[in-house]
């Protein structure tokens, strides 16, 4: 039994995911007033800024398999309290997410490794089917065991929530592909419960009805959840698909709003989509993201596979194929059914910026056309990123008769021609334009929430300089540069002077090129750290009655560097801060919030302004560890003798899985 207990690699050099500030924290603060220099707009005053990421609570074997991806879901946040007389007081805010896994790792303090097997034991080529097999046998039995007299906590759900987190209908919910999401409370932080599509636990009012999920033994892969669901800003519906292992592979849901506001759709009246089947993708994949527009939906189906039957075939249970194809799903948002396939060269995408309709008028009728959907979204040109983020060398690509691209992730524009029935050629479905913006690495990309899913003009992202970014994650180079485009202007000059299909760029300067530049009106700003400091992804906060889109500021929370000792680790007084950039010039830094303790570099973040955190649905119990299941209760206590005998055997089992 004691071989269950996890994948130890030997190790010269510490995980890079494990130390500096990508190690995790595990002291939680309730609001916790903070001191600042500069200005805080008033635009951000009772609103909240959250950021999720990975944070293991179980931390001691740092010789283990582990991933940027792994991790228990930690929420960091900033609230902007309002003083009297108009004043603003800073508040740090930082909790664990009560997820299932969570509590029942608390309870079990034999525990050494994570409960979840690591991502990079599942990408790793070198792992072997008898390993792998090993890491999820583990799982099973301390899942089982979670469930036997004298756990304090069963897990009904895998899912750590620890990837991004947003708002819809008087929600803030957390998200992770392993699961449905999770409410949490705004600006406290606290957990509520497991949300299904309908409710969420500890609601006073729910709505009865079917949630997230199915019937049979597989039913419980439905209520995997993308880690990005997209919200309507007209109709404020919710957006999103579940990816599992078993055919068709892809459901798709929309969920209305119904909280306190007449819910309206495209069609007029409330539409409730839930687990409605998405025919014609290939196998199990990696799908991280996806993208929607105002009437279309666009799935990705592309060759990166997370497929336990790959074990079966000698491969990983993550494979990337760069020999394969990427296809392009789009559908009308109410109709999966109705999709239409579009392929291309083979790529990976993590995140889409933003998808939209591209629309005309018959001057005839006044009928209004779509006669294309365009995308953006963040190219890589191979699946480094997945392995370098844990800390694994990327495969080597067998020989292949197709060109394989340089390592590269940038933003990309897609359009695909859209043509009624009666117009589509022979040939298929055509994409019409595909090739980068930019030449410079960008990825974690965001817009002004209320401009998605339309042309907008600006996107912001990240971006490393001197690197490329796969490569720059996968040896924890951090992000030193934070980037605003106009992607208007450069699709425009794209289309004016075509480049190369696929592999071609409008704008081919680098980070450095980009930060020479005197222009005033650069589609292009870069606003570069000083050395030493890094930064996460970032929000964009609009201002009140502002004159242009990027009217507003951009929120990250820095890092420096400097508070490192010899050996890389953080010194224990470490902290991080939250830097309120102008949007506009992406130069000034209008204020700087000084936080109690560190942000460890995370993943997704968001701004809830505070008509939501005044907003949200009422609650009568929330998640909190004293009150998960007791150790003993009248219907696991046959008699003190056979219960200390039992209790002796689940302890043994304990430290032999630990």
């Not at 179980?58 to 309290?81: C, K, P």
């Not at 909790?95 to 991502?119: E, G, N, R, W």
């Not at 090993?134 to 469930?147: F, G, P, Q």
């Not at 119904?258 to 014609?280: D, K, Q």
Request: net charge neutral; with cysteine.
């Amino acid at each position: 039994m004691a071989s269950l207990n996890g994948m130890k690699r030997k190790r010269k050099n510490a995980h890079p995911y494990l130390t500096g500030n990508f190690a995790p924290i595990h002291t939680t603060l309730s609001l916790t007033p903070c001191t600042y220099t500069g200005s805080i707009p008033q635009e951000l005053v009772g609103g909240q800024y959250v950021r999720n990421g990975g944070n293991p609570v179980t931390n001691e074997e740092q010789g283990r398999d582990a991933h940027w991806f792994d991790g228990d879901g930690m929420l960091s946040g900033v609230t902007f309290t309002r003083q009297d007389k108009g004043g603003v007081r800073p508040d740090f805010v930082n909790q664990y997410i009560l997820t299932d896994v969570y509590l029942s790792t608390l309870s079990t303090p034999a525990l050494k490794t994570p409960i979840l097997p690591s991502i990079a034991t599942l990408v790793n080529p070198l792992s072997s089917l008898f390993a792998i097999t090993l890491r999820i046998i583990r799982t099973i039995l301390l899942v089982i065991l979670s469930h036997l007299p004298g756990s304090r906590q069963a897990i009904m759900k895998i899912s750590v929530a620890n990837t991004s987190i947003l708002y819809h209908d008087g929600r803030a919910l957390a998200t992770c592909e392993s699961g449905p999401p999770i409410r949490v409370l705004l600006p406290g932080l606290e957990t509520t419960g497991w949300f299904n599509g309908r409710k969420a636990e500890g609601e006073m009012i729910r709505e009865e009805g079917a949630g997230f999920g199915g019937q049979g033994i597989l039913g419980f892969m439905k209520e995997w959840t993308t880690a990005h669901p997209r919200v309507d800003p007209t109709s404020s519906e919710l957006i999103l698909f579940h990816s599992t292992f078993a055919p068709p592979y892809i459901h798709y849901s929309i969920i209305p709003a119904t909280w306190n506001r007449a819910p309206t759709t495209a069609l007029g009246l409330p539409t409730r989509l839930l687990n409605a089947s998405v025919p014609g993708v290939s196998s199990a994949k990696m799908m991280h993201d996806f993208g929607v527009s105002k009437k279309n939906t666009v799935i990705l189906d592309l060759p990166l596979s997370l497929d336990p039957l790959n074990l079966a075939k000698n491969k990983p249970v993550v494979s990337y194929d760069p020999s394969g194809r990427s296809r392009f799903g789009i559908f009308p948002r109410y109709h999966p059914k109705e999709i239409r396939w579009f392929e291309t060269s083979p790529c990976c995408i993590f995140h889409t910026a933003n998808t939209w309709d591209d629309k005309i008028i018959n001057v005839s009728t006044g009928e209004e056309l779509i006669p294309s959907v365009s995308m953006l979204a963040c190219r890589l040109t191979s699946a480094s990123l997945v392995f370098n983020a844990g800390d694994i060398a990327a495969p080597t690509p067998l020989r292949s008769t197709v060109e394989v691209e340089e390592d590269q992730c940038r933003l990309y524009y897609y359009q695909f021609a859209m043509p009624p029935a009666s117009l589509r050629t022979e040939t298929g479905n055509s994409i019409t334009n595909q090739w980068a913006l930019s030449a410079i690495p960008f990825e974690f990309p965001s817009l002004r929430d209320d401009v998605s899913m339309t042309a907008a003009k600006y996107v912001y992202g990240c971006s490393v300089s001197g690197s490329t970014f796969g490569a720059a994650l996968g040896r924890a180079v951090k992000i030193d540069s934070l980037v605003k485009i106009d992607v208007e202007t450069l699709i425009k000059r794209g289309k004016l002077d075509p480049p190369t299909r696929v592999v071609g760029c409008v704008d081919k300067r680098s980070v450095s090129d980009v930060l020479a530049s005197t222009d005033p009106d650069d589609p292009i700003k870069v606003f570069k750290l000083p050395i030493g400091w890094y930064a996460q992804e970032s929000r964009f906060v609009p201002r009140a009655d502002g004159l242009s889109e990027d009217d507003g500021w951009v929120l990250s929370y820095v890092f420096d560097e400097s508070q490192l000792d010899r050996y890389g680790n953080c010194l224990p007084n470490a902290t991080s801060e939250l830097w309120i950039i102008d949007a506009r010039n992406m130069t000034d830094v209008v204020g700087k919030v000084h936080l109690p303790q560190r942000v460890p570099y995370g993943l997704h973040g968001n701004w809830f302004p505070e008509e939501q955190v005044n907003g949200q649905r009422p609650i009568n119990a929330i998640r909190s560890i004293p009150n998960v299941r007791s150790q003993k209760s009248s219907h696991h206590a046959p008699g003190p003798v056979i219960w200390d005998a039992w209790m002796d055997v689940r302890k043994y089992l304990e430290r032999s899985l630990g």
